[in-house]
């Protein structure tokens, strides 16, 4: 996948907004104002030695470390809570991984929200 695949993905899962909470060379993508994947632009103050395309998504503990362990295109996320979070370099990996990841992490943001709000997404 490429940067602009991996945003038209992500905003193609219902209810999801983006924003540039920190500034231009991040995109956080939202559900009911929860972020679960941050999108690296490349360049500014986020930007890594290696500079390869990577995005950051919210995980299950279980599952982040799962993924670390099977994938050296997984890392702890640089920014964020490693223990929630993993840097995943999506150009080194098959489309499917990354569009299923994506949708992962969508899902936990959806199993946290309330029953109430929930139910707009069930079946996604």
């Given at each position: 996948m490429n940067i602009e695949q991996v945003r038209e993905y992500t905003m193609s899962l219902p209810g999801v907004t983006e924003d540039q909470?920190?500034?231009?060379d991040i995109i956080t993508f939202r559900?009911?104002?929860?972020?679960?994947v941050?999108?690296?632009l490349g360049g500014g103050k986020h930007d890594m030695q290696d500079s390869e395309p990577r995005l950051a998504l919210k995980l299950t503990p279980e599952r982040n470390e799962e993924l670390r362990?099977?994938?050296s295109a997984v890392i702890p996320a640089y920014h964020w809570n490693k223990k929630?979070?993993?840097?995943?370099y999506y150009a080194q990996l098959d489309d499917?991984?990354?569009q299923e990841w994506?949708?992962?992490?969508y899902h936990l943001i959806v199993s946290k929200l309330p029953k109430a709000v929930r139910q707009k997404y069930i079946k996604q």
């Open positions: 909470p920190f500034g231009d559900l009911e104002g929860k972020i679960f941050c999108l690296w362990e099977k994938f929630h979070w993993s840097d995943v499917s991984l990354v994506i949708r992962e992490s």
